[in-house]
């Protein structure tokens, strides 16, 4: 299997805040990492950068055999990403806002309306076409940052909590599209949800305080666990690094 | 379709969807009638010519123009659409172009809309049209720099009141640069080479000749230079705030 991403000792401070330290990855093409971790882990920092948003302190990103830093560009048309809270233009309808960004993606031709009736139709928005965005459900609004991150078809999906805010059908339904779409892309999900990654992520990576903690498959994770359940081997991998670090800081 | 275009484009129809256009466009005929007519002396005057139209633009544009461009980068900043935008294969460069170019061609309709001043003056006199033509460049252009330093300080910030507050505040200074009010405060301690080159960056100074029909190469070199420079510290502030 290709390395599409590659992430190389990656930093990202924020003053003498060390959001992200020294984290090293990759992702293969087919493959579905899962980003894991507690509220302010890094998680989002790290796809920030991948997705050449924040520019990092140190390291390197790697997409396609592009570098973020030196071919932005290329990196981004090959990249579909959801920010977190799916950031959109609240006064456009769905439709307006597809059109845009078909427009900035250059979809041209017969197949650009064809992708975008494509796309509405897997992600099933079609009865909110003509609604302009702000006045849509939380759920709705999720759908539309999918439909827009996957709409010039990328070989590399990027997807900051992709179910954040659906109801359980709805959940039900995202997964399933990331399990179709997963083989022919590399696709990364952050999630807080446990398991989501036993359903959907064929690699799972933990990330506490800017550090990785783990990174292995589900069963591996699951195999932390002495009681067999993924939420219990999260915290033991997650409170026991607390532990140490409490520990090596106690004089 | 170039990105650059597709953000122009974007941007441009945004106007136009939310009540903001219709309200700016009122109001801006509103006012440059009641400024020619009532404190212009447009009647009075007796002349064929648009000099009381022309004689407030710049004072309208000090308070209008920040209106137009407070929300271009404060409310991308503030919605988050900024990681979206960023996100998308299109350099920042294009974006900050292409959206101010979206906000300068909204100006030109509002003033396009002015058409029946154009018209009531050509009824009632004899006018030199070409005159008259160079002002609305003239003022076209005007109204560009000032657009170009509101774009600049509204990715400053993600308020739009402040975004707003600031800008009209630089404005203010640009248009009085060769007035004491402004020179007062570097005269006593700047050389003159310096108070020379403040007072030669009035709004008002370049505006009034062009106002009278010439437009002068520098002059124009004056606003593109400005214009240049501001959308330029546009794009690097963005560079350096559009996470934070």
Same mark, same amino acid.
């Given at each position: 299997?290709?390395?599409?991403?590659?992430?190389?000792? &990656?930093?990202?401070?924020?003053?003498?805040?060390?959001?992200?330290? =020294?984290?090293?990855?990759?992702?293969?093409?087919?493959?579905?990492?899962?980003?894991? =971790?507690?509220?302010?882990?890094?998680?989002?920092?790290?796809?920030?950068?991948?997705?050449?948003?924040?520019?990092?302190?140190? =390291?390197?990103?790697?997409?396609?055999?592009?570098?973020?830093?030196?071919?932005?560009?290329?990196?981004?048309?090959?990249?579909?990403?959801?920010?977190? =809270?799916?950031?959109?233009?609240?006064?456009?309808?769905?439709?307006?806002?597809?059109?845009?960004?078909?427009?900035?993606?250059? /979809?041209?031709?017969?197949? %650009?309306?064809?992708?975008?009736?494509?796309?509405?139709?897997?992600?099933?928005?079609?009865?909110?076409?003509?609604?302009?965005?702000?006045? &849509?459900?939380?759920?709705?609004?999720?759908?539309?940052?999918?439909?827009?991150? !996957?709409?010039?078809?990328?070989?590399? /999906? !990027?997807?900051?909590?992709?179910?954040?805010?659906?109801?359980?059908?709805?959940?039900?339904?995202?997964?399933? /599209?990331?399990?179709?779409?997963?083989?022919?892309?590399?696709?990364?999900?952050?999630?807080?949800? /446990?398991?989501?990654?036993?359903?959907?992520?064929?690699?799972?990576?933990?990330?506490?305080?800017?550090?990785? &903690?783990?990174?292995?498959?589900?069963?591996?994770?699951?195999?932390?666990?002495? %009681?067999?359940?993924?939420?219990?081997?999260?915290?033991?991998?997650?409170?026991?690094?607390?532990?140490?670090?409490?520990?090596?800081?106690?004089? | 379709?170039?990105?650059?275009?597709?953000?122009?484009?974007?941007?441009?129809?945004?106007?136009?969807? +939310?009540?903001?256009?219709?309200?700016?466009?009122? $109001?801006?005929?509103?006012? +440059?009638?009641?400024?020619?007519?009532?404190?212009?002396?447009?009647?009075?005057?007796?002349?064929?010519?648009?000099?009381?139209?022309?004689?407030?633009?710049?004072?309208?544009?000090?308070?209008?123009?920040?209106?137009?461009?407070?929300?271009?980068?404060?409310?991308?900043?503030?919605? #988050? +659409?900024?990681?979206?935008?960023?996100?998308?294969?299109? *350099?920042?460069?294009?974006?900050?172009? #292409?959206?101010?170019?979206?906000?300068?061609?909204?100006?030109?309709?509002?003033?396009?809309?002015?058409?029946?001043?154009?018209?009531?003056?050509?009824?009632?006199?004899?006018?030199?049209?070409?005159?008259?033509?160079?002002?609305?460049?003239?003022?076209?252009?005007?109204? #560009?720099?000032?657009?170009?330093?509101?774009?600049?300080? *509204?990715?400053?910030?993600?308020?739009?009141?402040?975004?707003?507050?600031?800008?009209?505040? $630089?404005?203010?200074?640009?248009?009085?640069?060769?007035?004491?009010?402004?020179?007062? $405060?570097?005269?006593?301690?700047?050389?003159? @080479?310096?108070?020379?080159?403040?007072?030669?960056?009035?709004?008002?100074?370049?505006?009034?000749?062009?106002?009278?029909?010439?437009?002068?190469?520098?002059?124009?070199?004056?606003?593109? @230079?400005?214009?240049?420079?501001?959308?330029?510290?546009?794009?690097?502030?963005?560079?350096?705030?559009?996470?934070?």
């Amino acid at each position: 299997m290709p390395v599409t991403i590659k992430v190389k000792s &990656l930093t990202k401070s924020f003053g003498p805040i060390h959001a992200v330290r =020294g984290v090293s990855f990759d992702v293969n093409h087919g493959e579905v990492l899962g980003f894991l =971790g507690p509220n302010g882990a890094g998680k989002s920092t790290t796809m920030k950068m991948i997705t050449g948003f924040l520019e990092p302190t140190s =390291g390197t990103v790697e997409v396609n055999g592009f570098d973020v830093r030196e071919n932005p560009i290329a990196v981004k048309r090959s990249v579909g990403y959801l920010p977190e =809270g799916a950031p959109a233009y609240g006064e456009m309808t769905v439709k307006s806002f597809l059109n845009f960004i078909a427009d900035v993606r250059q /979809l041209t031709g017969s197949s %650009r309306q064809k992708r975008i009736d494509e796309v509405v139709d897997i992600i099933n928005i079609k009865h909110v076409i003509d609604q302009s965005i702000e006045t &849509l459900s939380k759920g709705f609004k999720r759908r539309v940052g999918i439909a827009q991150a !996957i709409l010039h078809d990328p070989s590399v /999906l !990027i997807l900051d909590e992709p179910t954040d805010g659906l109801d359980p059908n709805q959940k039900h339904e995202v997964r399933n /599209l990331i399990k179709e779409m997963s083989e022919d892309k590399a696709i990364v999900i952050s999630t807080h949800i /446990l398991e989501e990654v036993d359903a959907v992520c064929s690699r799972a990576i933990i990330i506490a305080s800017g550090d990785i &903690l783990f990174d292995g498959t589900p069963a591996e994770l699951i195999a932390k666990s002495d %009681r067999s359940d993924i939420e219990h081997a999260f915290r033991v991998i997650t409170t026991s690094s607390a532990d140490e670090n409490r520990e090596t800081a106690a004089p | 379709m170039s990105p650059m275009y597709s953000i122009y484009k974007r941007e441009f129809a945004s106007y136009f969807v +939310t009540p903001v256009a219709y309200v700016f466009i009122v $109001i801006f005929l509103f006012l +440059t009638g009641i400024f020619a007519f009532y404190i212009g002396a447009f009647f009075e005057t007796n002349q064929a010519d648009l000099e009381p139209f022309f004689r407030f633009h710049p004072w309208l544009y000090l308070f209008l123009i920040p209106a137009i461009s407070m929300r271009l980068w404060s409310d991308e900043r503030k919605s #988050g +659409t900024i990681e979206l935008l960023m996100t998308l294969p299109v *350099s920042i460069t294009d974006a900050v172009i #292409g959206k101010y170019l979206a906000a300068w061609s909204f100006t030109a309709v509002a003033l396009a809309l002015t058409f029946p001043m154009w018209i009531t003056v050509n009824y009632l006199g004899s006018p030199d049209n070409t005159v008259i033509l160079a002002s609305y460049i003239g003022s076209l252009i005007m109204a #560009g720099g000032f657009l170009a330093i509101g774009s600049c300080i *509204s990715a400053l910030t993600k308020s739009q009141v402040i975004s707003f507050v600031i800008s009209v505040v $630089i404005c203010f200074m640009f248009i009085l640069s060769g007035f004491p009010m402004v020179l007062d $405060i570097f005269q006593s301690w700047a050389p003159q @080479a310096v108070l020379d080159a403040i007072a030669s960056f009035s709004f008002l100074t370049h505006f009034t000749s062009i106002k009278k029909g010439v437009i002068d190469i520098r002059d124009v070199i004056y606003f593109s @230079a400005l214009i240049i420079f501001w959308l330029y510290v546009n794009v690097v502030v963005i560079e350096a705030k559009k996470a934070s």
